[in-house]
């Protein structure tokens, strides 16, 4: 028996990267995997791997910025599995460096309302059912000082209301916790972390000397997500080779 065994886990932003390595490792700790992305043929790719390895997963074409596109998957979840038990909202988008209105709003749309969103759809079945999990990524830029503007913003709106809605649900079983990954190695800071220079300031940041893999932060949301956490919410854990406490 996995750790998740007969679970039904919605993961956002599975088609690579940390999503990917959470959907990959929910699905051999026996989870029902539903992943979720806008990368239409990448998600559908995970999936078929999951299931080639005896996984069981399910791939979605989804906007977490589009309400519609939450009532759509959450109805046919349901109609499907009848529950959800899990939610892992992790998709998101990084920000330019352009001070304008428009890349404020487009960002904090995805990483901010995009989270809001998932709780709004996820939490009546979860209240139905009598309990569930919701992890919500940030990044260590929602508690420390740096980055750029727009995505520290929302990243540090993901905190605030990973801790109300932890208060909020508590009296329903429902947990909410929010996980907050450093400097990770995925597709999405590959670019970045090609330049040399800013790897190294990377490198120098953090205490532990090596950076991040994505099942580095995949471990640590297996166990918010599973029953072993049952007395923890509200918590916020830092995955970050030990860079906010330098």
Known sequence: MGRLAGKVAIITGSASGQGKAEAILFAKEGAKVILADIQKQKVYKVAE?????GGEAIAY???ISIEEHWSNLIRA?????GKV????NNASTPASHDDLIEEWRRVLNINMIGTFLGMKYVVPVMKEIGG??????????????GGVNPYTASKGAIRAISRSAA???AKYQIRVNSVYPGMIHTPMT????????IRKHFESVTPLPFLGESNDVAYGVLYLASDESRFTTGTELVIDGGWTSH
């Open 49 to 53: 791997d999951i299931q080639k390895n």
């Open 61 to 63: 074409f989804h906007d």
């Open 77 to 81: 979840i349901c109609k499907k599995y």
């Open 85 to 88: 038990d899990i939610l892992i």
């Open 132 to 145: 569930g999990s919701i992890i919500n990524i940030s990044s260590v830029a929602g508690l420390i000082a």
């Open 167 to 169: 208060v909020e649900y």
């Open 190 to 197: 590959e670019d970045l972390l090609a330049n040399e220079g």
